[in-house]
């Protein structure tokens, strides 16, 4: 509870990531504790191979069924962008050398991006001292509405539910544009989005943690994005591919990777 109380004043200065040090310290906590109500063979994790007789429920309050590897710590939506990088993209190809910019890195993908001869990793965050990761690479200290990099110098952008942390998001939008590779450049920026939502709901005077909860769905969020989540994206000069990638899954496969039912993912490119 002081854990959870410290995160909370944390993020009053800056949201998100505070919540995600939370989350994982809760998880390392419970995974071993959980380990033994979960054993078999029904489910596999795509990104650890690790196998469950199902997945564990979301370590928090809510506690939502079939979520949690227990081996690698990954949730429904990583699972699904893994699968995405093995089978869309090149970022495996050991033959092409990447630089990667990453924010908010579990620990699954910044051991396996950081183990990656063939990828420039730089995981950021803007408190890298609450990670406990390590690997060759050091997490930086980056504000996304003001990164140290200079333009043009990524190929690719992972941005994994960050944006809504964000109260001036199109900033960090335009600095994602900036510091991408025009031309060649990608980037998967998630947000959760409000179906049936069409217009993206922000209200900059709700403040207080538990407001912040009911009008946005999480304490440290800071709007509800609509189905308009893309057309920010090309305000600033991205090209938006909403791919519904988990369509191209059966229900089998699904129930089986534990793969989120209708997430869309959005892929961006900066276009010469
Ligand atoms: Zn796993």
Redesign the pocket.
């Known amino acids: 509870m002081a854990l959870h109380i410290l995160m909370e004043r944390v993020a009053l200065f800056m949201p998100g990531i505070a919540l995600d040090g939370y989350i994982l310290i809760q998880a390392l906590n419970r995974r071993q504790q959980l380990k033994k109500h979960y054993t078999g063979n029904m489910v596999e994790?795509p990104?650890?191979?690790?196998k469950q007789s199902e997945f564990a429920p979301f370590p928090n309050a809510k506690g939502q069924a079939n979520i949690l590897?227990l081996?690698?710590?990954?949730h429904k939506r990583h699972?699904l962008m893994w699968l995405y990088l093995r089978e869309h993209t090149s970022i495996w190809d050991k033959n092409r050398p990447i630089r990667l910019l990453h924010f908010a890195p579990k620990s699954?993908a910044f051991h396996a991006f950081s183990k990656a001869n063939h990828i420039d990793y730089y995981p950021v965050d803007l408190f890298p001292r609450l990670y406990r990761h390590k690997g060759k690479t050091k997490i930086r200290k980056a504000d996304i509405t003001q990164l140290q990099f200079e333009d043009n110098f990524f190929d690719a952008i992972i941005c994994y539910h960050i944006l809504e942390h964000v109260p001036d998001d199109r900033k960090g939008m335009a600095e994602l544009h900036r510091v991408m590779k025009k031309g060649t450049g990608w980037g998967i920026f998630q947000v959760p989005i409000q179906h049936g939502l069409e217009k993206t709901f922000e209200d900059f005077s709700i403040t207080k943690p538990g407001e912040r909860e009911k009008a946005f769905g999480q304490w440290d969020h800071v709007r509800w994005y609509g189905s308009d989540y893309p057309d920010r994206l090309r305000s600033v000069g991205f090209e938006v591919n909403s791919d519904q990638y988990v369509k191209e899954f059966s229900k089998k496969d699904k129930e089986r990777y534990g793969l989120p039912g209708q997430e869309i993912l959005y892929v961006c490119r900066k276009p010469e």
């Open positions: 994790c990104i650890c191979g690790g590897c081996t690698c710590g990954s699972r699954f």
